[in-house]
């Protein structure tokens, strides 16, 4: 099982030694399987999916605060001796990749935004939900009804559910309270690498407002809005992801 820094990850086309790695950061409560094997496997890209502290396969203790996910993530890359990387982060993920860019600037040669935003509060209630194991099933079945479209297949959502069952209540709820505190809304625009950002129009969790800021904050910054996509935009449409990933990232070479 390939770990670095003690975090699991799953690499992909190492052998394009032409293209710079990317560097997919999961959601709160999730893992690297929350990304489709179409974007796991984007075709001719060096790609690392890794799995957060406490989180999937890795070992150590989850965060409750955003910086201490990017030292985790930073950490990461300096013992995979990757001194740069393109960053795309989904939601609590895309949190940790903007304040990677605006701490380690020199490692982000670009960044991927999707379902994100310059803030992140969560609901007090599903904090609250998420806060005791008795109710902590109540907070994930809050969280997906949220996160995904009406018109999305039940047994997606059944999935879902399942899967974020197999979170510890411990590292569900430390991520909400690091989203919750998370809040760059006034450093965004010292941003200064391409960035692309990926948001449905029926996003409730992070509306496309959010990410209208984002762009309209930092310079040269690109937005697709998914007509009818919700939250979960990289679920529910992982081939139109996973074009709009590899038209970005075809500008960056070696």
Known sequence: MPTA?????????????????VLLIHGAGGSHLNWPPQIRRLNGQRVFTLDLPGHGKSEGVCRQDITE??????????????????????????????????????????LGLIGSGGKMRVAPSTLELASNGSTFLSAVETIVENSYGSDVDPRVKELAVQQMEETRQAVLYSDLIACDAFDVMERVNKI????????????????????????????????????GASHMVVIERPD???????????????
């Open 5 to 21: 820094a003690g975090l699991y990850y799953f690499a992909h086309g190492e052998e394009f030694q032409d293209r710079p790695p």
């Open 69 to 110: 996910y990017v030292k985790s993530v930073y950490e990461f890359m300096k013992a995979l001796r990757l001194s740069s990387a393109v960053v795309v982060g989904f939601s609590m993920g895309s949190a940790i990749a903007l304040s990677l860019a605006l701490k380690y600037r020199k490692r982000v040669l670009g």
């Open 192 to 227: 200064r690498v391409p960035t692309m950002l990926v948001c449905g129009s029926a996003d409730r969790m992070t509306p496309p407002n959010r990410s209208e800021y984002l762009r309209d904050q930092i310079e040269g910054a690109q937005l697709h809005i998914v007509e």
């Open 240 to 254: 139109e992801m996973a074009g709009l990933l590899s038209e970005f990232l075809d500008q960056f070479h070696y």
